[in-house]
T-cell receptor
């Protein structure tokens, strides 16, 4: 079945540091890939998505590239801010479930200090 | 525009009691999802609806759980009887259209069963 593996957290960085959160997936066919972010006490919000190989999703300075050859969708940001502190979830949806069902990774907590 | 609205935000009740969680999706959205989030199991999809019809309830843990969507603007998730292991944050999300569309999450209901 479809699955997503994320790096364990927490990831602790100083403000303006470079961020990478690794995500790899297992799926049949060509899934769509997503990053969601969850701030304390809130629901998840879509951060970015990519629907085909080599697509790059980007939003708010975050980027991720859909790499079919390595089955990866790593999240990056060049310079993090304290306000980026949150939990980040990688997710996929596959054609075998009509793209409606999202399969989430376990989440990676990011802590950014001033 | 109003997002997905869930109520109550917090619920504390004793084991054996009936619990009803409520969700109002974004107007015009035709898909509605119920998720459960725990530290141990992460984010799990319980059930989802399309145009008020349940499509996949394979994530519903057992017969104590039931979900309904009587109209396009309201859904309930009911647990009867409740057990301590049902303690979790329950999220409702909605989306519009087929394909890999973003899901919009409510802020969740934090449920504690004593």
């Amino acid at each position: 079945g479809n699955s997503v593996t994320q790096m364990e957290g927490p990831v602790t960085l100083s403000e303006e540091a470079f961020l990478t959160i690794n995500c790899t997936y297992t799926a049949t066919g060509y899934p769509s890939l997503f990053w969601y972010v969850q701030y304390p006490g809130e629901g998840l919000q879509l951060l970015l998505k990519a629907t085909k190989a080599d697509d790059k999703g980007s939003n708010k300075g975050f980027e991720a590239t859909y790499r079919k050859e390595t089955t990866s969708f790593h999240l990056e940001k060049g310079s993090v801010q304290v306000s980026d502190s949150a939990v980040y979830f990688c997710a996929l949806s596959g054609a075998n479930t009509g793209f409606q069902k999202l399969v989430f990774g376990t989440g990676t907590r990011l802590l950014v200090s001033p | 525009d109003a997002g997905v609205i869930q109520s109550p935000r917090h619920e504390v009740t004793e084991m054996g009691q009936e619990v009803t969680l409520r969700c109002k999706p974004i107007s015009g959205h035709d898909y509605l999802f119920w998720y459960r989030q725990t530290m141990m199991r992460g984010l799990e999809l319980l059930i989802y609806f399309n145009n008020n019809v349940p499509i996949d309830d394979s994530g519903m843990p057992e017969d104590r759980f039931s979900a309904k969507m009587p109209n396009a603007s309201f859904s309930t998730l009911k647990i009867q009887p409740s057990e301590p292991r049902d303690s979790a944050v329950y999220f409702c999300a909605s989306s519009f259209g087929a394909g890999a569309q973003p899901q919009h999450f409510g802020d969740g209901t934090r449920l504690s069963i004593l």
